[in-house]
């Protein structure tokens, strides 16, 4: 029997274990200890700003609607084509969503669009990078700079990406970043927020701390720490932390390899484009981090019968979101046209697997005979 091949399986160094036995030992398990300390600071360093590491990016996501005070009246827009989380921190605020399409021929949100939806309601556009690939941060700036809202990176899939020279996450008022086991650089469970603005630092840790300003107690700030404003529970446990430092550590390595894979894929797959059939485009300001390798075919029937072909042949191939709009919870509660190329995305859209270690020539291989065997 075939062994699988399967979509993603997270990366590995030699000191997960190391890292994780020796806070085992330390007796410090909870968070905000030294691993979360490292794992800040080697983040920090990586981005700018000040980073709070988080127990999920939907963390770092929720911080972000208490920080910018987020109430009913406010609105915020953001791709249709996103996960859930994206669109849940705010409305649990009390706020009203407004999505936005993809690009025809890209997944993030579609800039040409943007400005029919911004009203003087508009607190904050949350654009998302898909695959690891920058928007265009030249007419985002000259937006903000016109209608004066706050900017939120949603850089789930995005660490170790860039626009033009400058760090992902270093560019809006917050970013946030997903550390889950299906990313680059994972830890099991976790994330990040990034504050870029130094007056919302101390409001940020107290949110993050639970609404306390336990973070200024440890530090000695102060003699007691006391329930001071609105929070929850958001940060992570040093078991997470000290797994993440692990994969820091190895991040520089791990993006080239998976570089040269999704380059591997682009260059091997390139003839499907005379078939009708969308490959990832990079625009040239964006340097992304090859999240994700997929492939846009021309129809879903084309689609549902090259997955299942590729199940066939033990490959694990996944489409990915489904449409927030038209979701199930919210599509009754959709006011605005058909964002038809997030559909074609949600209906067309197949991700194939890129993880360390990966052999590409099989997979490759197989693609190949499907599509000749078409015509």
Not at 24 to 45: E, M, R
Not at 93 to 106: C, L, M, P, W, Y
Not at 157 to 169: D, N, R
Not at 286 to 301: D, G, K, P
Request: aromatic share 12%; net charge neutral.
């Amino acid at each position: 029997m075939k062994e699988k091949i399967l979509f993603s399986k997270p990366y590995r160094s030699k000191n997960e274990a190391k890292f994780i036995e020796e806070v085992l030992l330390s007796g410090k398990t909870a968070g905000g200890g030294k691993f979360t300390q490292i794992a800040q600071q080697k983040i920090q360093n990586s981005i700018g700003g000040n980073c709070l590491l988080t127990n999920s990016c939907t963390a770092a996501l929720e911080i972000s609607a208490l920080l910018l005070n987020i109430k009913e009246g406010d609105e915020l827009i953001l791709p249709s084509y996103t996960f859930p989380s994206s669109a849940n921190a705010f409305l649990l605020r009390g706020a009203t969503i407004k999505f936005v399409d993809s690009q025809e021929n890209h997944p993030n949100m579609d800039l040409d669009h943007l400005e029919e939806l911004i009203t003087t309601k508009t607190k904050a556009i949350i654009p998302m990078y898909y695959g690891g690939v920058s928007s265009d941060w030249q007419r985002l700036k000259a937006l903000q700079e016109k209608y004066n809202f706050y900017i939120i990176e949603e850089a789930a899939q995005a660490y170790g990406a860039s626009y033009k020279s400058q760090p992902l996450g270093s560019l809006g008022d917050l970013a946030v970043f997903s550390f889950h086991e299906t990313k680059n650089i994972s830890c099991g469970e976790g994330g990040a927020l990034i504050v870029n603005k130094k007056e919302w630092i101390d409001s940020a840790e107290v949110i993050w701390e639970k609404g306390t300003n336990r973070a200024a107690f440890n530090r000695g700030e102060i003699d007691k720490y006391e329930w001071v404003a609105l929070g929850s529970s958001y940060v992570n446990s040093e078991f997470n932390a000290a797994y993440l430092v692990a994969q820091l550590e190895q991040s520089k390595t791990w993006l080239e390899e998976r570089k040269n894979q999704w380059n591997y894929y682009f260059e091997q797959l390139s003839f499907l484009k005379e078939k009708g059939i969308l490959l990832p485009q990079i625009p040239s300001f964006a340097n992304h981090n090859a999240h994700i390798f997929y492939l846009v075919l021309n129809s879903t029937e084309e689609l549902n019968a090259f997955k299942n072909y590729l199940s066939e042949q033990g490959i694990d191939a996944f489409t990915h979101y489904r449409c927030l709009h038209k979701s199930s919870y919210f599509k009754n509660k959709y006011i605005g046209k058909r964002l038809v190329n997030a559909e074609k995305y949600e209906d067309r859209l197949i991700r194939l697997p890129l993880h360390q270690g990966l052999c590409l020539d099989n997979i490759v291989s197989k693609i190949k005979n499907f599509f000749n065997e078409l015509n």
